[in-house]
């Protein structure tokens, strides 16, 4: 009984510098990335690599030029660019991630800047099992009550991995 009690507490004492130690290493930007920009971050238990994408969109109140709606549209692969979209519009972009890890990884999204209430995404916080992929929409949802104007930030895809085995289960 003695030995079982030695045995779990030396688990939580080996435990608690891992939790302590896996606090997300990166702060929210106090400037957004202008294009495509990777960071790789590391400690003895975790690597984290976060591929930040610049995002923007200018909303605008519906106009007609000779019976037509004006819209803008970007199609730049390094940025997640909405464009101009008439308010009460709704708009998409897609992104496929793929894990050619020999492991798991976890994957998160995040979104920084005045443009976060607006986006949205149809999976987020997932775990991805190795020479696995999958398809992410990336929504931006205005209604009536959003104000028209210029919305900018910074969408970053956060891959976190293990770098030891065993810790598969804390991803």
Not at 2 to 31: G, N, W
Not at 53 to 66: D, N, R
Not at 117 to 136: G, V
Request: aromatic residues 12%; positive net charge.
């Amino acid at each position: 009984m003695r030995a079982i009690k030695k045995i779990i507490i030396i688990f939580i004492i080996c435990m608690v510098p891992i939790i302590f130690v896996d606090l997300y290493p990166f702060p929210e930007p106090s400037q957004f990335v202008s294009n495509e920009t990777f960071v790789k971050n590391s400690n003895p238990f975790f690597t984290y690599e976060v591929t930040k994408y610049p995002s923007k969109v200018e909303i605008i109140t519906p106009q007609y030029e000779e019976g037509r709606l004006q819209i803008g549209f970007v199609v730049d692969k390094w940025n997640l660019n909405f464009g101009i979209i008439p308010l009460g519009n709704n708009e998409k972009r897609h992104l496929t991630i793929v894990n050619s890890e020999k492991n798991k990884v976890r994957v998160n999204l995040k979104v920084y800047g005045d443009i976060n209430p607006l986006i949205s995404f149809n999976e987020n916080n997932f775990i991805l099992s190795p020479n696995n992929s999958t398809y992410i929409d990336i929504l931006l949802n205005t209604t009536e009550k959003t104000k028209p104007g210029n919305y900018t930030g910074e969408i970053d895809i956060i891959v976190k991995k293990s770098n030891l085995n065993f810790l598969n289960w804390m991803l």
